[in-house]
């Protein structure tokens, strides 16, 4: 019988190795619309915009139609994701933008700083949006390897916000060039940035996080010009579907180098849409329908009814996920951090908000999430438990009891016909206020 070379040995034993390393630990790779709302993907009923490779992903893992973002405006809502707590526990209630010193305090723990220690290479393509006054509250001093993107929102310049600040593309922390209004292809570079991320990390043979945050479907809506007018859904259609094509090249890198079933992929919005758009943002291009829409969910970007929170939430991992479920039972993207921890096997050693929600991902156990608090600023205004939604008065409204399993519009408020119930999550909201810091409108 013929022996085997002895470095075919060797390289067999290499290989099996990797394999085993790469089934420890998984990919990770969190896709993160900007004003994105619940109803402007096809699989989540728009009727015109299609959206074929996120309605992919959604049938071969699970969508979730009661998926909600940290709260209803961009920074808080990042800080939300990032650190697996609600944006007040997060120290961070508030928008920061060029002339801002707010940012994201430094005692927080984001998830790139869990994963270092378990051997991962991690990088934020896209919008920041949580400080960028040094380079140590930069993505870079925060626990990514690298960045690549904006330090804010693509707005934050002339006329539609008075700064003299030139907003910057950055690389690390160096000012790469200069973002001025042509923003055409900036879907494509943050997608260009974030497929060679994961070719050098698959180079690598090194497990990996990926946080491409979007700059868009925030105004000023653009897209590349060789898909501009394809969109039966508009100008905004055509931005829309323009994030789709990204989604799907990044499913397609995976699929290329093999490492598809080794990868959780999430997607998701960081609030809903922005209706009610102020002046200072309907000029040099912008119209008033250059926005998106929340289907048939009440209220949208700004707002703690359902259409301000309420965001897609599709996930994707082929050799752990049961393909083709569809979920109404409730999850958060501050419950990421605790499953992808879980999933890296990092520990997580500060008090959060979020669940590790990977078994109900898998289908073996109802979601672990069964209330939910929803801020604006330093206030709590509302909370959910299970199918009921209570508010608290907020001036000139009165409180408000929603039962959104079968109201999920919020047309028909209850209180008088349940006031027991009204009473009870009253007094959880009220608890959990105090508990996290929080201030209530009603007070």
């Given at each position: 019988?013929?022996?085997r070379p002895?470095i075919?040995l060797?390289?067999?034993?290499a290989?099996?190795?990797?394999?085993?390393?790469s089934?420890?630990?998984?990919n990770?790779?969190?896709?993160?619309?900007d004003?994105m709302?619940?109803?402007?993907l096809s699989?989540?009923?728009?009727?015109?915009?299609?959206t074929?490779q996120l309605?992919?992903?959604a049938?071969e893992?699970?969508?979730?139609?009661?998926?909600y973002c940290g709260?209803p405006?961009?920074s808080?809502s990042?800080?939300?994701?990032l650190t697996?707590?609600?944006p007040?526990?997060a120290?961070?209630?508030?928008?920061?933008?060029?002339?801002s010193?707010v940012?994201l305090p430094?005692?927080q723990?984001?998830i790139?700083?869990?994963?270092?220690p378990?051997?991962?290479?991690t990088?934020?393509?896209?919008k920041w949006?949580?400080g960028?006054q040094n380079d140590?509250?930069?993505?870079?001093?925060?626990?990514f390897?690298?960045?690549f993107?904006l330090?804010?929102?693509?707005?934050m310049?002339?006329p539609?916000v008075?700064t003299?600040?030139?907003m910057?593309?950055?690389?690390g922390?160096?000012?790469l060039?200069?973002?001025?209004?042509?923003?055409h292809?900036?879907t494509v570079?943050?997608?260009?940035?974030a497929?060679s991320f994961?070719?050098?990390s698959?180079?690598n043979?090194k497990?990996?996080f990926?946080?491409?945050?979007?700059s868009m479907?925030?105004l000023p809506?653009?897209?590349?010009?060789?898909?501009s007018?394809r969109s039966a859904g508009g100008?905004y259609?055509?931005?829309i579907?323009?994030?789709?094509w990204?989604a799907?090249r990044?499913?397609q890198?995976?699929?290329?180098?093999g490492?598809?079933?080794?990868?959780?992929?999430?997607?998701?919005?960081d609030?809903?849409?922005?209706h009610?758009?102020p002046?200072?943002m309907?000029?040099a291009?912008?119209?008033?329908?250059h926005t998106?829409?929340?289907?048939?969910l009440?209220?949208a970007?700004?707002?703690?009814y359902e259409?301000?929170?309420?965001?897609?939430?599709?996930?994707?991992?082929?050799?752990v996920i049961p393909?083709?479920?569809?979920s109404?039972?409730?999850a958060?993207?501050?419950?990421?951090?605790?499953t992808?921890?879980?999933?890296?096997?990092a520990?997580?050693?500060?008090?959060i908000d979020?669940?590790?929600?990977?078994?109900?991902?898998?289908g073996?156990?109802?979601?672990?999430r069964?209330?939910y608090?929803f801020?604006?600023s330093d206030?709590?205004?509302?909370?959910?438990q299970?199918?009921?939604?209570?508010?608290?008065?907020t001036s000139?409204e009165?409180?408000?009891?929603?039962?959104?399993?079968r109201?999920?519009s919020?047309m028909?408020?209850?209180?008088?016909?349940?006031?027991?119930?009204a009473?009870?999550?009253?007094?959880a909201?009220r608890?959990?206020?105090k508990?996290?810091?929080a201030?209530?409108?009603?007070?």
């Amino acid at each position: 019988m013929k022996k085997r070379p002895l470095i075919c040995l060797i390289l067999c034993v290499a290989i099996s190795g990797l394999t085993a390393q790469s089934a420890d630990k998984p990919n990770f790779i969190v896709l993160f619309a900007d004003d994105m709302g619940y109803g402007d993907l096809s699989s989540y009923g728009h009727p015109t915009t299609r959206t074929p490779q996120l309605d992919r992903m959604a049938a071969e893992g699970v969508r979730l139609t009661s998926f909600y973002c940290g709260a209803p405006v961009c920074s808080p809502s990042r800080a939300a994701l990032l650190t697996g707590r609600y944006p007040i526990h997060a120290g961070m209630p508030r928008n920061t933008g060029p002339g801002s010193d707010v940012h994201l305090p430094k005692g927080q723990t984001l998830i790139p700083q869990l994963l270092k220690p378990v051997g991962y290479e991690t990088m934020a393509v896209g919008k920041w949006h949580l400080g960028h006054q040094n380079d140590d509250v930069m993505p870079t001093g925060r626990g990514f390897d690298d960045f690549f993107g904006l330090p804010y929102s693509n707005d934050m310049i002339k006329p539609w916000v008075q700064t003299d600040r030139p907003m910057y593309l950055y690389k690390g922390t160096t000012e790469l060039e200069e973002v001025g209004h042509d923003q055409h292809y900036l879907t494509v570079r943050y997608t260009e940035a974030a497929v060679s991320f994961i070719q050098n990390s698959a180079k690598n043979r090194k497990p990996f996080f990926l946080y491409l945050a979007y700059s868009m479907p925030h105004l000023p809506v653009m897209t590349m010009h060789e898909r501009s007018g394809r969109s039966a859904g508009g100008h905004y259609g055509d931005v829309i579907e323009t994030i789709d094509w990204s989604a799907g090249r990044i499913l397609q890198e995976l699929d290329e180098l093999g490492i598809d079933k080794s990868t959780l992929v999430v997607f998701t919005s960081d609030n809903g849409p922005w209706h009610n758009l102020p002046d200072r943002m309907l000029q040099a291009g912008n119209e008033r329908w250059h926005t998106g829409n929340a289907g048939l969910l009440r209220g949208a970007k700004g707002s703690t009814y359902e259409g301000g929170l309420r965001v897609p939430g599709i996930f994707r991992w082929p050799s752990v996920i049961p393909k083709g479920r569809v979920s109404s039972e409730m999850a958060s993207t501050i419950d990421l951090l605790p499953t992808i921890a879980a999933a890296a096997g990092a520990k997580v050693s500060k008090k959060i908000d979020g669940y590790d929600i990977l078994p109900f991902l898998k289908g073996e156990s109802p979601s672990p999430r069964n209330e939910y608090y929803f801020s604006q600023s330093d206030f709590f205004e509302a909370v959910r438990q299970g199918p009921w939604k209570y508010r608290l008065r907020t001036s000139p409204e009165e409180a408000e009891l929603y039962h959104v399993d079968r109201d999920p519009s919020e047309m028909y408020n209850v209180i008088d016909r349940y006031p027991d119930i009204a009473q009870n999550l009253d007094k959880a909201l009220r608890s959990k206020a105090k508990l996290i810091g929080a201030k209530l409108r009603d007070q």
